[in-house]
């Protein structure tokens, strides 16, 4: 199946410190990406849905200052937690969308990375 | 999408059968059900998807019954590297650019 990658994997900082996280599609191209959080014990919530060259749909709730979504690139989202503090500390996964119709492609839509693991001091 | 109600956890033995069902009794003609799964810390992983036949993969069985209010996930042969959460999702068929709402899911233990 389709790859989707993040990086980094896990990440330690600082409170007031900026953290971005990086998902890639890595052998198909994504018009749509997906970033979900999840805390220990609890399901996987949306935070906001990326689309490349466009401004990120947010759900409510998130605060959209806070995490700046970037999808500059048809294989690229980013997603930067900007002063970062305790209670953002979390796993924070991405999903890329699999484009309808292309070669290769499933009705397993949506592909998942392996997360990223945020943990904010 | 439609609700979807799932147990809060199952034990299954190893080598054995795990089935995992699902309510999705709100579900629409046009809603598929998927199921992941989720091992700890990892990303969800995709097993399978049907409308209303009965379908089969290299990693899974799903039942759909006939009037689709409820299904049923089958490992044939549970392994200790099934243990993870299930996921039962309802959404629209293939094409949607809709994103995929995880309820809590069933915590499947495999014991040895």
């Known amino acids: 199946g389709a790859v989707v990658s993040q990086h980094p994997s896990r990440v330690i900082c600082k409170s007031g410190t900026s953290v971005k996280i990086e998902c890639r599609s890595l052998d198909f191209q994504a018009t749509t990406m997906f970033w979900y959080r999840q805390f220990p014990k609890q399901s996987l919530m949306l935070m906001a849905t990326s689309n490349e060259g466009s401004k990120a749909t947010y759900e409510q709730g998130v605060e959209k200052d806070k995490f700046l979504i970037n999808h500059a690139s048809l294989t690229l989202s980013t997603l930067t937690v900007t002063s970062a503090h305790p209670e953002d500390s979390s796993f924070y996964i991405c999903?890329?969308?699999?484009?309808?119709?292309?070669?290769?492609?499933?009705?397993?839509?949506?592909?998942f990375g392996p997360g990223t693991r945020l943990t904010v001091l | 999408d439609a609700k979807t109600t799932q147990p809060t956890s199952m034990d299954c033995a190893e080598g054995r059968a795990a089935n995992l069902p699902c309510n999705h009794s709100?579900?629409?003609?046009?809603?598929?059900v998927y199921w992941y799964r989720q091992i700890h810390s990892q990303g969800p992983q995709y097993i399978i998807h049907g409308l209303k036949n009965n379908e089969t993969n290299e990693m899974a069985s799903l039942i759909i019954t006939e009037d689709r209010k409820s299904s049923t996930l089958i490992l044939p042969h549970a392994t200790l590297r099934d243990t993870a959460v299930y996921y039962c999702?309802?959404?629209?068929?293939?094409?949607?650019?809709?994103?995929?709402?995880f309820g809590s899911g069933t915590q499947l233990t495999v014991l040895p």
């Open positions: 999702i309802v959404r629209v068929a293939r094409g949607s650019a809709r994103q995929l709402t």
């Open positions: 999903s890329a969308r699999f484009p309808t119709g292309a070669p290769g492609g499933s009705y397993n839509e949506q592909f």
């Open positions: 709100t579900i629409s003609g046009n809603e598929y």
